[in-house]
């Protein structure tokens, strides 16, 4: 059973938008049940009643090629009659909620209240929209993400939807991540010995991979991992192609640079892929011990994904 | 303080859609907050983790002229996207849910589980949508219709929509009822020394108007009126404009006659309005002790709901 041993598996960490660019473009590469997507749920919220899971719909339309490429957020030919007509209700009225994407927060919600776990919930959706790769919440336990900012400590949606990503960040709190477990199954599945390469989406090291890593058992499931784990920088040229990461990085008295990033994931990261704009970094981040490729990191399609994931995981097997 | 005593109220009895069309004559022909309409919550269902309440929503949407008069239920100007979402992943979807109908159910199931009761929040989107008479749930407690038939016994939703009232009734029950309290407030809004008539609504007996009148609080305030209860028969020519009415009265075994509704309602009815086809009726009602008058009962549209709703409270005022 030579075949069943071969190190085949790919597992990726990803967040929301950009992370599910190129968790897309794995799908696209790695043979269906060997990709297991790891999907960070600390901007999970409860809205009206509907649990809300962010950047498990964002992957989630990507792989089902159901994403709208040009807002970055969504479902494509979304409409948005709901939001008419709850503005005749209600002044909750603060995050879109498109006519489509509602019928995920909905069969969701009732999901989870009957019963079944986000894990289950999101097996279901994806067998259901033609999705091999295996996507997985970081745990079926709540854990949410608190901004500490200079307005107070903010939900990270209302933070990052109500208020724009506008407040000074001062620091990040993962609510319920101690008591978090990974969920059930996932032990077995991810079993190190059979995974050529772990990839850490280009997501906000803040809020989207620092929630998962804040679970004990995926942070110590990384540490005793026997493949490299190769990480794409969300940075271009110093700045994040969308979303605050880099604004985050200055408000804690970093530099949005590659050097910071390597610094932040230390020892759990064992190579770097970063955008050809940052190409003069590679040198430094080598000479600090950690193997460092620049390229095209910004992904305009599909095709992008694809080159990109390819790249990803040859520079995985060389390291 | 002769003006405040004067009997100026009308209470309406209504249930969905034909009993809308007159509740909407009534809101347009008597000063808005002297109209109270009681309506039927025996057909309230949760579907998909939503409480949907038809027939609530059915008289605000006549009354804020947001109605499909085409079909019949649900909002005009509709759209389906929500559902088309739906069936990608899930197979309940034999109940519709419009898009912008959809803002009411999951405003309400919200404000529901955040602990307002249903009074509450119908008063809140009557005020929101600029409705001026007052729309009252029959009690904000749980009824639920179940409808005992040679299928067994069935919810109202699953008899009515998922098996289009095609099982033979041989019975009704309204769970809950004998717990159910009129909703607060409701006592002192109904003094009956202010109320100029009682409109029974053109709705069916059975699962429409009997679920309100099986909450002892409602039938003992309708037995110490001391004005006319006026009802409008939903029959034209032994028929059901629209529903089960004239079917369940045949399965159950009785006629579908003016007759067999005056039988029905026995003493609780002062005054019956029949449709001009049923005009040879009239004679046998009265001879029952009961009075009674023929008029054309079909609405077409607003026009003929405030014509029916003038000659319901003419025929009131004469009674």
């Not at 784990?229 to 804690?252: N, Q, W, Y």
Request: charge should be negative.
């Amino acid at each position: 059973m030579s075949g069943a041993d071969a190190r085949t598996r790919v597992v990726a960490f990803s967040g929301g938008v950009g992370g599910a660019k190129l968790a897309n473009g794995l799908a696209q590469v790695v043979d269906g049940p060997a990709l297991t997507i790891i999907v960070n749920t600390g901007d999970d919220f409860e809205h009206l009643g509907l649990t809300v899971c962010p950047d498990i719909d964002s992957v989630v339309y990507a792989l089902a090629g159901k994403n709208d490429a040009e807002r970055g957020w969504g479902r494509e030919g979304e409409s948005w009659q709901f939001m008419t007509a709850l503005k005749e209700l209600s002044d909750q009225t603060w995050f879109q909620l498109g006519d489509r994407d509602l019928a995920m927060h909905v069969y969701r919600s009732w999901r989870l209240r009957t019963g079944a776990t986000l894990s289950e919930i999101t097996a279901h959706i994806c067998a259901q929209l033609g999705i091999r790769a295996r996507v997985l919440p970081m745990s079926d336990d709540p854990v949410r993400t608190l901004v500490h900012s200079d307005e107070g400590v903010l939900e990270f949606q209302h933070y990052f939807v109500a208020r724009r990503a506008e407040p000074r960040v001062t620091g990040f709190e993962f609510s319920g991540s101690a008591q978090a477990a990974r969920p059930a199954g996932s032990e077995t599945l991810l079993d190190p010995k059979r995974i050529a390469a772990i990839v850490i989406c280009p997501s906000n090291p803040f809020v989207s991979i620092r929630p998962i890593l804040a679970i004990d058992a995926w942070s110590a499931w990384l540490r005793a991992r026997s493949c490299p784990v190769v990480a794409v920088s969300p940075f271009i040229g110093r700045e994040a192609l969308k979303g605050p990461a880099a604004k985050m990085m200055r408000e804690l008295g970093l530099e949005a640079t590659t050097m910071e990033l390597v610094r932040i994931y230390g020892d759990l990261v064992d190579a770097w892929i970063i955008d050809e704009a940052d190409a003069a970094d590679v040198e430094a981040v080598e000479a600090a011990g950690v193997r460092c490729m620049s390229t095209a990191t910004l992904m305009r399609g599909v095709p992008d994904q694809i080159r990109l994931a390819r790249e990803v995981l040859e520079f995985a097997a060389r390291v």
